[in-house]
């Protein structure tokens, strides 16, 4: 007995132990929780403050002072929503948490919502009269909504206290500027210097009034008695050194930087600063190296993400890559280094990762012209016109006199076919001197698709001064000869624009669409041969193989087209190519036999097994077809082109559930080559059938960018706006599908839909 009694205590301690240790009451959790968040706040982690906070309000929901912190912290994460509605929730509970209505007055104000701010500083004032914060912030949102008297004269009253706080001092001086009541301005800064003696901001900023009019000496005595002021402040040294470097007072420049140099060793911004000067003189090289040094002081976001700029402008887009990773990669928060990477990847024409980088910032500031243009840059690219154009007009909302943003809706006017509006926003950047030579472009090609040839010829010309041998005025001028019918002057502008940028698609597709009628057919094979040999492409192969098989060499046409899958192999749609091509020339019994040898004696050739597909597709024979599309994709379920081709036949059947198989097959190829043309085609009308209009449009504007002469597309395109009601744009697309001697299947039904347009069936 003794001995299972002694087993009985041995076993009841440690349950003890345990029953004592989970026995905490919830609020002694609680407490444990919020000591925990204070000490990851006060190591900087604040993620993980944050889910100790939040694990805290599991317990109490309704305590406002954690709502506060927590909102706090979330705002250093950059979660601006999230840490709004913890301050929503916090001023709900406590009605009175002056806290909570201030943080939420002042994400408003940021957020440029000065109706909301005024109302919610207007509900501190409510309970506490007196609050001077809450009347500043009152203040500053009348004024931002245009309620400048109202505004101004709170800050009178506020300035007339006996010692008003520095910042309320500065705010009341921008607002007199702003109401040219300049000589108060003056006056408040001179009281305010005597208030606080030791204030480098107060003047600096009368340094600035003082510069705006235009007495240099008097700005240079305040600004040096502003270092003077704070000479242990880095940052006052540094705003006087860029004052003297701006008034281009060298010498005084120099013998101040070397004082901060000496004084602040260990400081990184002296170096910057002098590295910025150094790179408005056009010397990047010694700008990179005095970067460079400041980063060995410093390894910060700050002096990394300069040194990326450096690079940039150093055209060495690799290195500026590598740095801006590692620097995400120990500040995820660094906004200018994420939109420089995602600028990066935009240049790399990789959409999908731009857009990935810029994820946070699209979902905290949408609305911020850095952000929102490289974002619809990005959506652009992916053929989501939608998504650009509502990016760009959220921001024009409060950007509204942004170029970027104009520039931006310019172009997505263009891509759209809406070239009245288009021309619309380029006229507004003409109005402000903001034409850049991409607006240039746009309004002449847009004026002459609205009939305006005149304003064509004003454009091209301004164009042709900024950037006389650019691919845009040099495109522009030849459209613009042709639209006159002066096909001479058209081909030059063609053939100098070939011998300029052969690896320009675009470039070889005009020189071939006019050469032909101006030279002879063997000397323009000539001409792009010796483009071909400057820059080798699959592209170059294939407008090659067209002129030799359009003037009648078989062979040699066909030896260009496996030329060009040889350099390209997993390019799409020259297997297509070649496929035609066997069509067109009675080829195709020939064709299939040869690759179901070849699928037969290596079924792991799965090169063979397209073009089998393909053959058996082009030949009518689409069971064949799905069959050996269907084997392909067992084997490689992210094949693209046997996932595009099953999906285009799957959406033929126009069935609810082969378009759902239909769609997900076209959204496989679209994930692997998200700028291919026919695979967006390809897309869109999946779309189309599903009745996906607006989606569709959006696809085959991508398509029609890539392959503005390809009929099938037009065609596609056309159907898209008929479904829009947008018919007189129809019109155009349709009728230049048809206009084009290039086969394709849907010919019959593009002229059943040119006269349906025509009698007005179409509306």
Known sequence: MKRFAGIFIAVLIPCMLLISGCSKSPEEKREAYLSSARSYMEKEKYAEAAIEFQNALQIAPDDAQTLVTLGEVQLKLMKANEAYRSFSRAAAIDPKNTAAHEYLTSIQLLARKYDLAEKQASMIL??????????????QALFQSGKKAEAVAIMDE????????????????????????????L?????????????????????????????????????????????????????????????????????????????FPSDPGPYLLESGVMQQKGDIDGA???????????????????IAQLLL??????????????????DPGAISARILLARIYLNQEAPGKALSTLDTLIKSIPRRPDVAVPAAQAYIMEGKTSQAREMVEKSLQEYQNNAALHGLLAKIEFLEGKYKEALAQVDILAERAALTPDTLYIGALSAMRTGKAAQASSFADSLEKVSPESWQTLHARSLLALSKGEKKSAYQYAEKALSLFPEKVQALTLFTSIAPSVISKEETLKKVRAACE??????????????????????????????????????????????????????????????????????????????????NQNQGRISDAKKVYAYILERDPKNALAANNLS???????????????????????????????????????????????????????????????????????????????????????????????????REAAQELMARIGDGKGE
């Open 158 to 185: 506020l300035v007339a206290d006996q010692k008003p706080l520095e910042a309320t001092i500065i705010n009341a001086v921008q607002m007199y500027m702003a109401t040219d009541r300049v000589n108060d301005a």
């Open 187 to 263: 006056s408040l800064l001179s009281r305010g210097s005597s208030l606080y003696p030791e204030s480098s901001k107060i003047r600096f900023l009368a340094s600035d009034i003082y510069i705006f009019k235009d007495d240099i000496s008097t700005a240079r005595t305040w600004a040096e008695d502003a270092y003077r002021a704070q000479q242990d402040n880095i940052d006052a040294g540094i705003t006087l050194a860029r004052f003297y470097a701006a008034h281009r007072m060298d010498d005084l420049f120099k013998a101040l930087l070397a004082e901060l140099k000496s004084k």
């Open 534 to 615: 400057k820059h080798d492409s699959a592209y170059c192969h294939m407008i090659i193989a067209r002129l030799l098989e359009t003037s009648g060499d078989v062979e040699g046409a066909l030896n260009e087209i496996k030329r060009a899958t040889a350099l390209e192999p997993e390019n799409t749609s020259l297997y297509h190519a070649l496929a035609q091509f066997y069509a067109r020339n009675d080829m195709m019994q020939k064709a299939i036999n040869e690759y179901e040898a070849l699928v037969n004696a290596k079924p792991g050739d799965l090169r063979a097994a397209t073009m089998l597909g393909l053959l």
């Open 648 to 746: 285009w036949i799957l959406a033929q059947s126009g069935k609810p559930a082969d378009l759902n198989e239909a769609l997900r097959l076209a959204q496989i190829a679209k994930d692997q080559f998200p700028e291919d043309a026919r695979i967006a085609d390809t897309l869109g009308y999946v779309y189309l059938k599903k009745g996906l209009a607006e989606n569709a449009l959006a696809q085959f504007q991508l398509a029609v960018e890539k392959l503005p002469e390809e009929p099938t597309i037009n065609y596609h395109m056309a159907l898209a706006l008929v479904e829009l009601s947008r018919n007189p744009e129809a019109r155009k697309y349709v009728e230049k599908a048809l206009d084009t001697e290039i086969p394709f299947d849907e």
């Open 126 to 139: 409510e309970y506490d009269p007196e609050n001077k914060k809450a009347k500043e912030m009152l203040a």
């Open 288 to 306: 990179l190296a005095l970067a460079q040094t400041a980063r060995k002081i410093e390894d910060s976001t700050t002096t990394k993400t300069v």
């Open 313 to 330: 402008e150093k055209k060495d887009l690799p290195a500026a890559e590598k740095i801006l990773a590692e620097t995400l990669e120990k």
